[in-house]
Every structure is written in structure tokens, then in C-alpha cells.
């Protein structure tokens, strides 16, 4: 992907800017104003917080960013190692779950901590139970929470309300725009929406088939998990799951915390029957990346992973890499990112995960294309017949957030794909990506590559431009600059109940 995409190398790269942006602009999950602050500052200065709850019924409104003080000082990270440094602990929670427990501080945990690849199942079958995981919980805890615990109250992170109106054959992706101006290699975060971790729409049984029929072909390439990732993979399995009957609940159930029923399949499964990645694979669109910590060092490494929406890369060349040797493509990671992504990842609790949107422009839809893929050569070239019909801007959706058992940090993220054309009457948008792609600084927009469609798409850009102004849908000699209601434009709303019928 690029600085701020998913699509040409991993997709949580976006993130690793995390704690240089201000304002939702690793999953890297768009949009800031203005200069960026310096990347000193902290990562909860960057979380612009939302008017209004959303609700099953209407849509989150527009996110403003929070305003800096002038002349607010910049306070300077010091360095720590990160061995010593826990996310933020967890097990008090027990006590609201009635089960019964006593205090174990950090120093315990250290001492006694869970190896980053050993089985918390074989911990319990070796009577080693008093082993835990980084956020505090032991072996014995886990045991005694079971099979679907209340993540909410586990997480911090409420479920979702239910979504009644809401029909998968009708249903379309919020209309993500994460344009910004002035282009920087930054991101824009928002806290995560609870309601809308994981957006279904209308391509959902085409994805699947396609997501099942990329791991019959590609295997370990698209879905991979590493000794010690146990406990993660059931507890994000769980959690989807979870969320998913509680969003969803005319499509979606689970009978004894063992079978799922899946209405829009018509299917029904033991979620014992199958690793928990590959339950994920036949019911969620959705890609994920597991990072784990490593009890020597701090670090956190990529152990487990279902990405079947990469473009360039895949699971398979990232497995067990560190985060920075993930990020080594990417243009002043190591100078600018390296030290304050490390830090993120170290203290980011459970309770407040972030999300935020790349995006990048393809023909046609492509969904994964590793290394040599025949669909690389159409970046290299401007076809004369192409067409603006044949164009869509690819919007990654991602997330990041951290589990309250296992102490993972997971990235997911969505590929959703919209036509070019879709911009002709969204106010603002055609004069702000032309202006990204004419002025964007040449190393960043190479590295996006928009190159092989730009013949094709600046003139139709400027044909809308003139209409818009015209018509009144823009103002005239508009300063171009990020959309008030990033990552989406004014009144989206309206045109995305009407394509929807509900």
C-alpha cells in the first residue's frame, strides 16, 4: 500500500503513522487538515471524537477534528524498554464477571508470563495455570471465563446495537472518501465506531466465495497461524462472532456457544469443527492480522493472519516478521515511524480501539494480487481504451484494536470498491482528488500509483469540477483543502439511504 493505502504493500503500514498525525486520517485503516503536528505528539492527541452516537437506524454524522491549543507544548517520549512496559492490565474486570480471583500485579505478570509462542492449552494440561497473558489474565482465568465471555465488559468496547432495517441484498458500504489536502505521509484516527466494526453490504456471498475459493488456491498464503497464537484466533473468532449476532441478529445466531447459524448462507456450523481463522474465512469479508508480544523483548511480531485482500504482498511473506521488518518498504518508516508505532503498540488498551481508511484507484476490482500477478501490468502502462466506467477507487476500511485476553493487537480491514463515476455529484470531491493527484509530492503518489489511470480520469475530473461549480454543488474558486465531513462528503447521507431503498 501506499503511505496512507493498503494496496501495494501491507495493509497496517497505514497505522505506523499513528502517533504522527493529528486528527482518523497498521491496520494503516483518512483525512487532516492543514500542517501535521509533530510526530512526538501522543497517539490520544490524535483521536477526534464523534458528534453524536450512531444507531441501527442512522449513520454516524461527520467526525471534526480536535483543535490544538495554541501554543500547547509538545511533551517528548521517553525511551523505555519495552520488555518492562504491559498494556494497560484487564483482570479487575473479573470481579464484575463473577469470577472469583485475587490481585496479581505487573511484576507477577512479568515473572510469570505466558511465552509469546507457547499454547495456553498446553499451559492447562501441564498444570502451569498460574501462567498470564499480557493484560494480566492467567490460564486458570481463561478457563474459568469458557467458551464466549462478555467481551464487552472484558474490552471496554460495548457491543453494537442491532441493525433491523438493515437488508444484505440491498445494503452498500458507507461511501468512504478518505481524501485529504494538504497530502502528508500522516494519518487521521477516530476512535472506533462500536456499531460499525464490521460493515456488511451487498457483494457479501460473492466475497465469501471468493475469499474460500483464494485459500483452496493460495493455502498458507492467505491464512496462516504460528504456535502461540491459540488463544488470540479463538478469542477474535469469538468476538466476530459475538458481534456479529448482536449487529445482525435476522441473519445471524449461535445455539450453545458451539453451532452458528448463518441465515444469508443458509448454512450451519460447528465452530469446533475448524480452526478459528478459517471459521472467520467462511463467514466474514473481513481480512485480519495477529500481532503478538514477545515476552524477551516487548516487541510485537505478526503470528496469525486470514488477508485475502493484499495487493503485492501476502500472509506468507510476513509471517513472524517483527513490525518493522513488515514496514521496510515504506519510505521514512524507520527515521520518522519506527520508534513511535513501537510505543503504540506497547501501551494501546483494550478499550480504545482506533479506525481510519486508505485508498487507492484500480481498474476494476481487483481483491488480491500477490507479487507477479498478471494485474501488475496494468500499472505500468496508459491504456488508450480505457474508460472512466472501468475505474473505481479501492477503499481499504481498517481498524486496530487490542484483545482484553490475549493481550493481542489485531488489524482488520475491509476492501470496498466504488466506480469513478460515483463522484460526479459528491460536492468537492472531483476538485480535491485532482488536486491530490496534480500536486501530490511526487515519492508519495508514485508510491500510490495512480499513474496508469490518471490520462483517463484528470479530464473527466475537470469536466465535473466546471458542472459542480455551475450547478452550485461547489462553491466557485473553492480553496481545495480536506472535506469538513471527512472521510465522507456533505449530505452523504442522503444519496446513500436513496441508492439503498431503506
Known amino acids: 500500500m501506499d503511505i496512507l493505502s493498503i494496496h501495494d504493500k501491507p495493509w ?35 483521536l477526534r471524537p464523534t ?7 442512522t449513520p454516524p454524522r461527520s467526525i471534526s477534528p480536535l483543535k490544538k491549543e495554541a501554543g500547547a507544548a509538545v511533551s517528548q517520549p521517553s525511551p523505555a524498554n519495552p520488555v518492562e512496559v504491559l498494556p494497560p492490565q484487564r483482570r479487575h474486570v473479573l470481579a464484575t464477571l463473577g469470577v472469583s480471583y485475587k490481585e496479581t ?34 490460564v486458570a482465568d481463561i478457563r474459568a471465563l469458557g467458551d464466549f465471555p462478555d467481551y464487552a465488559a472484558l474490552s471496554g468496547v460495548p457491543l453494537p446495537v442491532a441493525y433491523r432495517d ?39 456471498k460473492e466475497r465469501i466465495a471468493q ?102 504482498w501476502n500472509v506468507g511473506t ?44 484500480e481498474i476494476g476490482q481487483p481483491l488480491y494480487m500477490p507479487a507477479d500477478d498478471p494485474h501488475e501490468k496494468v500499472r505500468t502502462f496508459q491504456d488508450p481504451n480505457l474508460k472512466v466506467e472501468d475505474c473505481c477507487l479501492r477503499v481499504d476500511w481498517q481498524t486496530l484494536r487490542r484483545l482484553p485476553l490475549s493481550g493481542a493487537v489485531v488489524f482488520n480491514f475491509k476492501a470496498l470498491f466504488t466506480r469513478i463515476t460515483e463522484f460526479r455529484d459528491e460536492p468537492c470531491v472531483p476538485a480535491l482528488l485532482k488536486k491530490i493527484m496534480t500536486e501530490g509530492k511526487e515519492n508519495l503518489m508514485k508510491y500510490k500509483g495512480t499513474w496508469h489511470v490518471e490520462h483517463v480520469l484528470l479530464p473527466k475530473l475537470e469536466e465535473w469540477i466546471r458542472e459542480q461549480e455551475e450547478s452550485g454543488l461547489a462553491p466557485k474558486d473553492w480553496e481545495v483543502a480536506t ?20
Open 12 to 46: 497496517w503500514a497505514g497505522l505506523a503513522v499513528a502517533a504522527v498525525a493529528a486528527g482518523l486520517c497498521i491496520l494503516a485503516v483518512a483525512s487532516t487538515q492543514g500542517k501535521p503536528p509533530s510526530f512526538l505528539n501522543h497517539i490520544t492527541r490524535t
Open 51 to 57: 458528534r453524536r452516537a450512531s444507531t441501527s437506524k
Open 105 to 138: 500485579g505487573e511484576k507477577d505478570v512479568r515473572r510469570k508470563i505466558l511465552p509469546m509462542t507457547g499454547d495456553y492449552n498446553t499451559a492447562c494440561q501441564d498444570g502451569d495455570e498460574d501462567r498470564y497473558t499480557p493484560t494480566g489474565f492467567s
Open 166 to 204: 438493515f437488508d444484505i441484498e440491498k445494503a452498500l458500504p458507507r461511501p468512504y472518501r478518505p481524501f485529504r489536502w494538504n497530502y502528508h505521509q500522516t494519518m487521521s484516527l477516530t476512535k472506533l465506531e462500536p456499531d460499525w466494526w464490521l460493515e456488511l453490504e451487498n457483494t457479501y
Open 211 to 312: 475469499r474460500k475459493e483464494l485459500f483452496v488456491k493460495h493455502g498458507s498464503s492467505v491464512l496462516e497461524a504460528l504456535p502461540g497464537s491459540e488463544l488470540a484466533c479463538k478469542e477474535l473468532m469469538e468476538m466476530v462472532l459475538q458481534f456479529l449476532c448482536a449487529r445482525y441478529p435476522q441473519y445471524f445466531s449461535l445455539v450453545d456457544s458451539r453451532i452458528f447459524k448463518n441465515g444469508i448462507l443458509g448454512t450451519e456450523q460447528d465452530i469446533r469443527a475448524k480452526p478459528p481463522l478459517e471459521i472467520l474465512m467462511d463467514n466474514v469479508p473481513e481480512d485480519f492480522g495477529i500481532m503478538l508480544r514477545d515476552d524477551e523483548t516487548g516487541n510485537y511480531f505478526l503470528r496469525a493472519g486470514v488477508i485475502c485482500s493484499s495487493m503485492g
Open 318 to 361: 510476513k509471517i513472524g516478521l517483527q513490525l518493522h521488518r513488515i514496514h521496510d518498504p515504506i519510505p521514512d518508516y524507520k527515521e520518522k515511524m519506527q520508534f513511535s508505532m513501537d510505543r503504540f503498540f506497547t501501551k494501546m488498551p483494550s478499550d480504545k480501539p482506533i479506525q481510519r481508511g486508505s485508498w487507492g484507484l
Open 483 to 502: 472535506l469538513d465531513d471527512s472521510p465522507w462528503f456533505k449530505n452523504w447521507q442522503d444519496k446513500w439511504h436513496r441508492q439503498q431503498g431503506f
